[in-house]
């Protein structure tokens, strides 16, 4: 069965700092690989998703993923976070072929300090 | 414009009052789906349906249906609402042909 692990409950940052968010997933073939963002009282925006070819992505606002299978691992970073950044985060790994449902990560809270 | 909306946004009711939810897609996708958001569980799947009238259920059904008589339109109904099923709830659509999923903007439910 496929799974997301998200380590990190809630991790807080300053402004200008770097950022990385953890991800690492259980999948038996090649996965398709997503990150979303939640900002508060808002639905789902995805921020940057992965199939195959080039295993660094490039998402909107700034961010990337890198996808390491030895590790199996989809971390997302950001070089500068912006206090509009705060936000939770969720990974996620589909689809599961006759569902194509996306199995989610249990999400990242990022709080951002002056 | 491309989007997939849900009806009502926010609703507030009590035990036992049957419910619907919409869900409706502009996109002409096949796959649609329920998805319920809870605090440290993330968003975990309670139906999916593949085509018009083909529907199964996903890893939390219990105490939910579903329909699928028309291929944009998706409604959730909770026959009997239970507080345990407080929750935000998302719809998404996919097509067959891509692999993203679009996700609406989200239904605050509160069963008192």
């Known amino acids: 069965a496929q799974s997301v692990t998200q380590p990190d409950i809630h991790i807080t940052v300053s402004e200008g700092a770097s950022l990385e968010l953890r991800c690492n997933y259980s999948?038996?073939?090649?996965?398709?690989l997503f990150w979303y963002v939640q900002s508060p009282g808002q639905g789902l925006q995805l921020l940057l998703k992965?199939?195959?070819?080039?295993?660094l992505v490039q998402g909107i606002k700034g961010f990337e993923a890198e996808f390491k299978r030895s590790q199996s691992s989809f971390n997302l970073r950001k070089p500068s976070v912006h206090w509009s950044d705060a936000a939770e985060y969720f990974c996620?790994?589909?689809?599961?072929?006759?569902?194509?449902?996306?199995?989610f990560g249990t999400g990242t809270r990022l709080t951002i300090i002056p | 414009e491309a989007q997939v909306t849900q009806n009502p946004r926010y609703l507030i009711t009590v035990t036992g009052k049957k419910l619907t939810v919409t869900c409706s897609q502009n996109?002409?996708?096949?796959?649609m789906s329920w998805y319920r958001q809870d605090p440290g569980l993330g968003l975990r799947q309670i139906y999916y349906s593949m085509n018009v009238e083909v529907t199964d259920k996903g890893d939390v059904p219990e105490g939910y249906k579903v329909s699928r008589k028309e291929k944009r339109n998706f409604p959730l109904i909770l026959e009997s609402p239970s507080p345990n099923q407080t929750s935000l709830y998302f719809c998404?659509?996919?097509?067959?042909?891509?692999?993203?999923?679009?996700f609406g903007p989200g239904t605050r439910l509160t069963v008192l």
């Open positions: 999948y038996g073939a090649t996965p398709y």
């Open positions: 996620a790994v589909g689809p599961n072929f006759g569902n194509e449902k996306l199995t």
């Open positions: 998404a659509s996919r097509d067959f042909g891509d692999n993203e999923q679009f």
């Open positions: 992965y199939f195959s070819g080039d295993t």
């Open positions: 996109m002409n996708h096949e796959y």
